[in-house]
């Protein structure tokens, strides 16, 4: 059995927001947690979260880690050049409007690993007091130019187990490791 330090994967993250046709999220998130979690770990990704939105019910939340950005461009291309993109992947974008709300961040204060006790995610766009893990935009290129990231920042992200102004609340769905 392999062990894996999972706060090494804090290093660079990916906070993905799909929106999806309605009442397509449900389908999206069985085929992803069917189909996509193990490859994508096989090939150094890590898949710290995986949510629904309490504030749309067509938009599907999750967070992918790396060790490092030349890990990141790594287990990019070993997963959407792989076999099982190939295979899944017009069914998976055929429940998408769009994927490309993404932000490529790095740790202020890491905890993603470990979060203390509780259920559900607090996510702000804003520096968060009972923040559990924080990130800011990470100022380094987007290295796997395939998948767009915004540029429209810079960005914090508080994740936490407790609201604040302007947060929103994220269900893990039953993969989820954050949960």
Sequence with gaps: ??????????????LRRYTLHPGRRDELIALFEREFVEPQEAVGAHLFGLFRSSVSPDEFVWLRGFSSLAARADALSAFYFG???????AEANATMVDS???????PVVRGLASPPPGSGVHVSLEA?????AVFETEPGPNNFPQLPVRTDGPFTVSFSRSPSPGSEFLEPTSRSLLR
């Design 1 to 14: 059995m392999r062990v894996v330090d999972f706060s090494s994967f804090e290093t660079v993250l990916e």
């Design 128 to 132: 968060s007091p009972s923040a559990f």
């Design 100 to 106: 490309d709300n993404v932000m490529l961040l790095r």
């Design 83 to 89: 076999p099982v993109w190939r295979r899944f992947r």
